[in-house]
């Protein structure tokens, strides 16, 4: 596309590979969102990005919605992700002087519907974790039980487990420091659960593991003595949900959002449960509430004789 529009879209594209360094899936969806807004542009006779009005935005935005002959309709998290990119682009224009007013500014992506986390219940997190540990003891299913055990004892995110190093943990103290999202520090206490299998898989595990004399500090070794990726771990949860044949979706984040559901449904306060899960806002962590409240409503219904 050699328009105005096409050299301004190429020159931001560019600007987001090379000065924001962007990650390639990112660019590869900016780039698809940003060249279907380009062939809009280009079928409404908008050939000077400058001539863009807040009405041929909004309207893009209701045609990601609706759909057209060549598109199904986009949910409102995808429609946002193309508006956000729309955003960007006219922006990135102002800014480098092709336009003067931008256009876009005005237009709000779409409201993401909100997602509330799913926990699973206390049967079938000792189900998971058992089923880790089951078999001969080996320095795999140790480290395997203390894996889950940290994560749902301290409510951690996965990066965050295998982030640990071995000077993180005070199991003397019984605490252990994670590092969050920003580079953030917590200090969260352990369990009596997490501390045996914990100290278990230091004494019996990781010394096998470390054979390899790699002599990396992680907590969480793989079998080849290197640290345990993201997708190893949670490839150990697959494996254990599926030992354990569970019929709930377990992902990733299954074992924190139990963490924090159970300690609401246990009567924490929300502040504290902010504190323990890293959140930077209580705004995020009172999603929690609606779910303890939803199983109120269920215990309530089956419960109250007058419920009905």
Known sequence: ?????????????????????????TLLSYRRDL???????HDRGIADVAAVTEQDVSDFLARLRQGDDDHPPLSASSAARAVIAVR????????????????????????RPQRLPKAIPLEAVQALIEAA????????????SALLELLYGTGARISEAVGLDVDD???????????GKGGKE???????????????????????????GKGIPAVFLNARGGR???QSAWAVLAAAAKAANLDVEVSPHTLRHSFATHLLDGGADVRVVQELLGHASVA?????????????????????????
């Open 1 to 25: 596309m050699t328009t105005e529009v096409g050299l301004a879209l190429r020159g931001y594209l560019d600007h987001l590979a090379v000065e924001r360094g962007l990650a390639q899936n």
């Open 169 to 179: 943990l005070d199991l003397e103290s019984r605490t252990v420091r994670l590092l």
């Open 133 to 144: 540990g089951k078999g001969a003891r080996t320095e795999l299913t140790t480290r395997d």
């Open 186 to 212: 917590r200090i969260v206490p352990l369990g009596s659960y997490a501390l045996e299998a914990l100290d278990r898989y230091l004494v019996q595990g990781r010394p096998v593991l470390n054979q390899a």
């Open 35 to 41: 060249n279907r807004y380009a062939t809009v542009l």
């Open 88 to 111: 960007g682009f006219h922006k990135f224009v102002v800014r480098e002087g092709m336009a003067q007013v931008d256009p876009a500014r005005p237009v709000r992506p779409p409201k």
């Open 284 to 308: 995020t962590t009172q999603l929690y509430t609606l779910v303890t409240v939803d199983r109120l409503r269920e215990v309530y219904a089956s419960s109250h004789p007058r419920a009905r």
């Open 228 to 230: 345990l990726s993201r």
